[in-house]
């Protein structure tokens, strides 16, 4: 095991100590001061970003990793709102879920604590470096970050300034932990730090949570892909479809909660949907689709087997046309990643029925699935989207980084 790894690893777990038994006051207070050390270095901040786009322009990658890489000032403002955000939530280790006296006479709590130490693995947002930290310091937990190379600066610089931040306050700035050496070699090691690391979190392209899927020894929290899905009914509004399928696929199609497969039923698809193709063409969508809609629309382009089950994460969408819901929902449960999936339609019934037929993190009726997202949830910014059953799921808040125990006092019983 690389020495690094064991003392980063090492730091985070005594910081984790530390942290787990401080009070709300001090950690509001180290977030408050990360908050303004943020807002104070912010052309210092814009300056390390600089040389991470550059970079990426220089290495041409495409726009939609350029897109995500981009801080500006907005976004930098935009970062600490989280964190205040985060401030004003309360403190999720100091409650007790239950409590009971059982037939010994033994009152048995079961309380939150932190998960101890937190690795994130993630590409290529530097918000997550401010999200992550802000919501393991709220929850009691360290962190170890390890992002990608494209934004080593931005996420090293971010670093230093909350640690700067942490330097005055009652938290030990070696809460915050970040591997500066992005190579692959020490990610996988990384992966198997189970002696320091108590849960991993990646977040990213579908081949990097894979990967740690498949390496990590770690426990980990899968933060999985969005091949998001939008079935416009019978029964739609068709103005109302319009609207949430332009803004699920073009408001920002870098993103894991954007649109990346349309559904739509065969008793509307002749009327609607060559003015849903033109929408998305002005906004620069290729379309591509089955022969039923191919036969529709000259103007899509054939799909493959693959395209129903991609996250483009691009100006690309796939359309099939469904003969009835049944057949619809059938599409979704076989090519859905079980991330954000929505319906619209004007049927009660029908709505209801689709959030109990959709098993995905996120069901919407009639609303965007670019509203999966921690910050408009109220969580104060997210660790991740998790597209898994166990521990957590959806949006991951603060709630989400902690478990719980049972204490259990008595007065000197004895099991006979």
Same mark, same amino acid.
């Given at each position: 095991?690389?020495?690094? !790894?064991?003392?980063?690893?090492?730091?985070?777990?005594? @910081?984790?100590?530390?942290?787990?038994?401080?009070?709300?006051?001090?950690?509001?207070?180290?977030?408050?001061?990360?908050?303004?050390? #943020?807002?104070?270095?912010?052309?210092?901040? $814009?300056? =390390?970003?600089?040389?991470?786009?550059?970079?990426?322009?220089?290495?041409?990658?495409?726009? +939609?990793?350029?897109?995500? !890489?981009? #801080?500006? =000032?907005?976004?930098?403002?935009?970062?600490?709102?989280?964190?205040?955000?985060?401030?004003?939530?309360?403190?999720?280790?100091?409650?007790?879920?239950?409590?009971?006296?059982?037939?010994?006479?033994?009152?048995?709590?079961?309380?939150?604590?932190?998960?101890?130490?937190?690795?994130?693995?993630?590409?290529?947002?530097?918000?997550?470096?401010?999200?992550?930290?802000?919501?393991? #310091?709220?929850?009691?937990?360290?962190?170890?970050?390890?992002?990608?190379?494209?934004?080593?600066?931005?996420?090293?610089? #971010?670093?230093?300034?909350?640690?700067?931040?942490?330097?005055?306050?009652?938290?030990?700035?070696?809460?915050?932990? %970040?591997?500066?050496?992005?190579?692959?070699?020490?990610?996988?090691? %990384?992966?198997?730090?189970? &002696?320091?690391?108590?849960?991993?979190?990646?977040?990213?392209?579908?081949? $990097?949570?894979?990967?740690?899927?498949?390496?990590?020894?770690?426990?980990?929290?899968?933060?999985?892909?969005?091949?998001?899905?939008?079935?416009?009914?019978?029964? @739609?509004?068709?103005?109302?479809?319009?609207?949430?399928?332009?803004?699920?696929?073009?408001?920002?199609?870098?993103?894991?909660?954007?649109? =990346?497969?349309?559904?739509?039923? /065969?008793?509307?698809?002749?009327? @609607?949907?060559?003015?849903?193709?033109?929408?998305?063409?002005?906004?620069?969508?290729?379309?591509?689709?089955?022969?039923?809609?191919?036969?529709?629309?000259?103007?899509?382009?054939?799909?493959?087997?693959?395209?129903?089950?991609?996250?483009?994460?691009?100006?690309?969408?796939?359309?099939?046309?469904?003969?009835?819901?049944? /057949?619809?929902?059938? $599409?979704?449960?076989?090519?859905?990643?079980?991330?954000?999936?929505?319906?619209?339609?004007?049927?009660?019934?029908?709505?209801?029925?689709?959030?109990?037929?959709?098993?995905? @993190?996120?069901?919407?009726?009639?609303?965007?699935?670019? %509203?999966? &997202?921690?910050?408009?949830?109220? +969580?104060?910014?997210?660790?991740?989207?998790?597209?898994?059953?166990?521990?957590?799921?959806?949006?991951?808040?603060?709630?989400?980084?902690?478990?719980?125990?049972?204490?259990?006092?008595?007065?000197? /019983?004895?099991?006979?």
């Amino acid at each position: 095991m690389d020495q690094r !790894l064991i003392d980063w690893g090492s730091k985070a777990k005594q @910081a984790a100590n530390q942290l787990r038994k401080l009070d709300r006051a001090s950690k509001d207070q180290a977030l408050e001061a990360i908050a303004s050390h #943020l807002e104070a270095n912010i052309d210092r901040i $814009l300056s =390390e970003n600089k040389k991470d786009l550059q970079a990426a322009r220089e290495a041409g990658l495409s726009e +939609f990793y350029i897109d995500r !890489l981009i #801080l500006d =000032e907005d976004r930098i403002k935009g970062m600490v709102g989280s964190v205040h955000q985060v401030v004003n939530f309360p403190d999720p280790v100091a409650k007790t879920d239950a409590e009971w006296i059982n037939q010994n006479g033994l009152r048995i709590s079961k309380r939150r604590v932190p998960l101890g130490v937190i690795g994130i693995i993630y590409e290529s947002r530097p918000n997550v470096t401010v999200d992550a930290t802000a919501l393991a #310091l709220k929850s009691g937990n360290a962190v170890i970050l390890r992002g990608g190379k494209e934004a080593l600066h931005s996420n090293q610089v #971010l670093v230093e300034v909350m640690k700067e931040a942490l330097a005055q306050t009652s938290v030990s700035p070696e809460a915050v932990q %970040f591997i500066n050496d992005p190579s692959r070699e020490l990610s996988a090691e %990384f992966m198997q730090l189970n &002696d320091y690391v108590d849960t991993l979190i990646p977040r990213g392209s579908a081949g $990097l949570i894979q990967a740690v899927l498949r390496q990590a020894t770690i426990p980990v929290i899968e933060t999985g892909t969005g091949n998001c899905h939008l079935y416009i009914h019978q029964d @739609a509004d068709l103005a109302k479809a319009k609207a949430i399928l332009l803004n699920g696929k073009t408001q920002r199609n870098s993103v894991c909660n954007a649109l =990346e497969s349309l559904i739509i039923d /065969q008793a509307v698809a002749q009327e @609607a949907l060559p003015e849903l193709v033109t929408a998305l063409a002005l906004e620069g969508v290729e379309v591509r689709g089955d022969d039923s809609a191919q036969a529709i629309d000259e103007r899509i382009v054939p799909a493959s087997e693959e395209d129903y089950a991609t996250e483009f994460l691009d100006k690309v969408i796939s359309v099939q046309v469904a003969p009835s819901y049944d /057949q619809a929902v059938a $599409l979704i449960q076989k090519y859905s990643t079980g991330h954000s999936d929505a319906i619209v339609t004007e049927s009660y019934s029908v709505a209801q029925d689709f959030m109990n037929d959709i098993d995905s @993190a996120c069901v919407y009726v009639n609303a965007s699935t670019r %509203f999966s &997202d921690g910050e408009v949830f109220g +969580f104060g910014g997210e660790i991740g989207i998790s597209t898994q059953k166990l521990h957590a799921r959806g949006p991951m808040g603060i709630d989400a980084l902690t478990s719980y125990k049972y204490t259990i006092q008595g007065n000197g /019983q004895v099991r006979q």
